[in-house]
């Protein structure tokens, strides 16, 4: 039960930004190239996928979906850190707290549960070709979507319940960039076992199951490819996954360090890193890894760009991008 006369009034102050003009204009502008790119990348993939209709098949379905919640997910702190950074005073209200830590852990949990359909999807579609317009049918696409949704929001209220039902009578100051799970949980004055644990298993709901289903998905898919006859056929899709992979990897490695771990084992420099990691960076390379080393979406991507005029930078983004992949492939043949 919230105590009403420690947190009614209560505003948080976020004390891990730079303090020093220099570093707070540095701290600015690469946080906001970096959404730019996030947010120019995943529209680009959003408006392929509308506007070709030869995508409009689940695997692209899925793709155009994790670019929504990308953006949104996104949208939820990054707009704010670049405000606070700017300001003298960093603050932010309780209940903008509540909401904030609520709508970053739901999408980022429905991003957790999406890219292990997008897993699932494979698998089908290598495993079992035959099948796969029956087993993966539109109607599964939504219902796939509207149930990874609905859980990962359902996970989120638990999580903040459980942070904000604690009283928060000491200390005010975020060790953070926005309202994330562990920081503010630190703050809480009367921690109980049973909170501890609810934490804990609501990580493991949003970041162990999903990871243990992308881990099986890509087990079976291994198995499946090392029973081709043709090499290339091999090395083309081992590749690809190598580097969904890598992705995922990241993602999960990062947020399994964040929210599945003991409470005593908190560290604001190390938290503050990774958090900008899978805040920022997976949705910077997921357009790249599931767009561009595919034919079809980078076909789609170029007629994009052609449309909306003032393309030239995102153009030659487009081309820099599809450069350096195949140069990565080159050197992996």
């Known amino acids: 039960m919230l105590q009403e006369n420690c947190t009614a009034m209560l505003d948080f102050m976020f004390v891990a930004f730079p303090t020093q003009p220099q570093y707070q204009s540095l701290f600015f502008l690469g946080i906001s190239t970096v959404y730019a790119i996030i947010i120019t990348g995943n529209i680009l993939i959003i408006l392929a996928i509308w506007r070709n209709p030869h995508l409009h098949i689940p695997m692209y379905v899925f ?13 939820t702190v990054v707009p704010q850190i670049l405000v606070t950074s700017l300001q003298k005073r960093k603050f932010i209200s309780f209940r903008s707290c509540c909401a904030q ?121 291994t198995v499946e490819v090392m029973q081709l006859h043709s090499n290339n056929a091999c ?38 890193i990774l958090s900008m990691v899978y805040t920022l960076g997976t949705p910077l390379l997921n357009p790249i890894i599931y767009s561009l080393r595919n034919k079809e979406m980078k076909v789609a991507l170029k007629k994009t760009a052609l449309i909306h005029g003032s393309s030239s930078a995102i153009q030659e983004s487009l081309l820099i991008s599809e450069a350096f992949l195949a140069e990565n492939a080159a050197s992996m043949d």
Not at 63 to 75: F, R
Not at 239 to 254: D, F, K, N
Request: include cysteine; hydrophobic fraction near 50%; glycine fraction near 4%.
């Open 63 to 75: 793709l155009g979906t994790l670019s929504v919640i990308e953006l949104c997910y996104t949208a």
């Open 101 to 221: 830590m609520f709508l970053f852990i739901g999408l980022g949990s429905a991003d957790c549960f999406l890219l292990a359909i997008m897993a699932f999807d494979r698998y089908v579609a290598i495993c079992k070709p035959l099948r796969y317009i029956f087993i993966i049918s539109q109607q599964l696409c939504i219902h796939l979507v509207m149930v990874s949704l609905i859980v990962a929001f359902l996970i989120s209220l638990m999580l903040v319940w459980l942070v904000f039902q604690h009283s928060f009578c000491a200390e005010h100051g975020i060790q953070h960039f926005f309202c994330d799970v562990p920081p503010v949980y630190q703050l809480t004055s009367n921690k109980t076992e049973l909170s501890d644990i609810g934490i804990l298993f609501s990580g493991v709901m949003a970041i162990a199951v999903p990871f243990l289903l992308i881990c099986v998905s890509y087990l079976f898919i």
């Open 235 to 272: 090395r083309k899709t081992m590749s690809t996954c190598s580097s969904h992979l890598a992705v995922v990897v990241l993602q999960y490695g990062c947020c399994s360090f964040m929210y599945l771990r003991p409470n005593s084992s908190f560290s604001p420099k190390q938290d503050q």
